[in-house]
Nanobody, 111 residues
Framework: QVLLVESGGGLVQPGGSLRLSCAISGISFRLFALAWYRQAPGKEREFVAHISSGGTTNYVESVKGRFTISRDNDKNTMYLQMNSLKSEDTAVYYC?????WGQGTQVTVSS
């Protein structure tokens, strides 16, 4: 059974930073592509960032240059470094691998 556990969310002021983590177990972590999605209140879940098994990354346009996705294959953990946060980044952030999802972590950007 695949288990994903997100952490690192919280309340931050505009312009601030947060680092989300996603610990994954139950799969051969290094073989799989990973991704982050988010869902803002009243909106559909949207793609944020993706990292291939080989480390190639891609991002939704709205976070390019501000967010960085990475992975540590020794720790079976994925990260999302979020800098220069904006109010529109407020959402529940989810990690996903091979059709499995974590429970989500709340990120609130507000002064």
């Amino acid at each position: 059974q695949v288990l994903l556990v997100e952490s690192g969310g919280g309340l931050v002021q505009p312009g601030g930073s947060l680092r989300l983590s996603c610990a994954i177990s139950g799969i051969s972590f290094r073989l799989f592509a990973l991704a982050w999605y988010r869902q803002a209140p009243g909106k559909e879940r949207e793609f944020v960032a993706h990292i291939s098994s080989g480390g190639t990354t891609n991002y939704v346009e709205s976070v390019k240059g501000r967010f960085t996705i990475s992975r540590d294959n020794d720790k079976n953990t994925m990260y999302l470094q979020m800098n220069s946060l904006k109010s529109e980044d407020t959402a529940v952030y989810y990690c996903t691998v091979n059709h499995a999802w974590g429970q989500g972590t709340q990120v609130t950007v507000s002064s």
